[in-house]
């Protein structure tokens, strides 16, 4: 996996239903215009941490998540991007709930600033002092970002619908050889999570890359979640 460093409107009926980026021709201009709408969807979610707008983005390892939260953010005005690799290690992988809960969701409730060791991957050890302030909108990015204990805290959850099949290959083929081993370890592992507490069922929404945009894709097409409603 790669390693990352952290970076009152009623809610709406539904995401728009409709391509967030370039896919109608229109260029830098319709990307920027359909990202906008979405932003501008998540912005009027009502708040679930205090009065913040957490919104789990989940997928697939290698679907292309920090990509689309990067994205997001900069739509946002700079919203901050949580990733959840700075709350897993190499022992728990899925083990940063109470993590998150304590160090993250919890300040933020008060509407203080988030103050926690992050994990470097390189030293095995959680080290790394991150900040998270209680901005109008979080996004929280890693696999199981929508789990079912964090949904309650959750004021969307949005799923980028890229196949596993798909997604893996393109994760491995970005990491390169010298992390096949911990990708055949961590494709067990994501299996064995989305099977006892899949995520897509409960999205408020569902995020598709464009056909010809994917990899490296900044065009999206949004479509209403089985929770979007």
């Known amino acids: 996996m790669t390693q990352h460093s952290p970076r009152a409107v009623p809610p709406a009926p539904g995401p728009p239903s409709a391509p967030a980026g370039g ?24 708040p679930s941490c205090g009065p913040v707008r957490v919104i789990g983005v989940d997928g697939h390892a290698g679907s292309g998540k920090s990509t689309l939260a990067g994205l997001l953010a900069d739509a946002l005005d700079g919203a901050p991007v949580l990733h ?36 470097d991957w390189e030293r095995r050890a959680f080290h790394r002092p991150l900040e998270v302030p ?7 990015e890693g696999v199981g ?29 970005r990491d390169g050889p010298a992390l096949a081993a911990f990708w055949d370890g961590w494709t067990v592992a994501e299996s064995a999570h989305f099977a006892s507490d899949p995520t897509r069922p409960h999205a408020d ?13 900044v065009c999206y097409e949004v479509l209403e979640g089985p929770e979007g409603h």
């Open 205 to 217: 929404a569902l995020v598709r890359p464009c056909e010809n945009g994917f990899p490296g894709c």
């Open 84 to 119: 959840l690799d700075d709350l897993a290690s190499h022992d728990a992988p899925f083990g940063w709930t109470r993590r998150l809960t304590t160090d993250v969701l919890t300040p933020l409730s008060h509407g203080e600033t988030a103050r926690f060791p992050g994990y």
């Open 23 to 46: 896919a109608d021709g229109g260029g830098a201009d319709a990307e920027s215009a359909g990202l906008a709408r979405l932003a501008g969807w998540l912005r009027g979610r009502e």
């Open 134 to 140: 209680p901005a109008p909108v979080l996004l929280v």
């Open 145 to 173: 970002a929508g789990r079912r204990a964090l949904r309650p805290a959750l004021s969307a959850v949005l799923w980028l619908d890229v196949p596993a099949a798909v997604a893996w290959p393109r994760g491995r083929r």
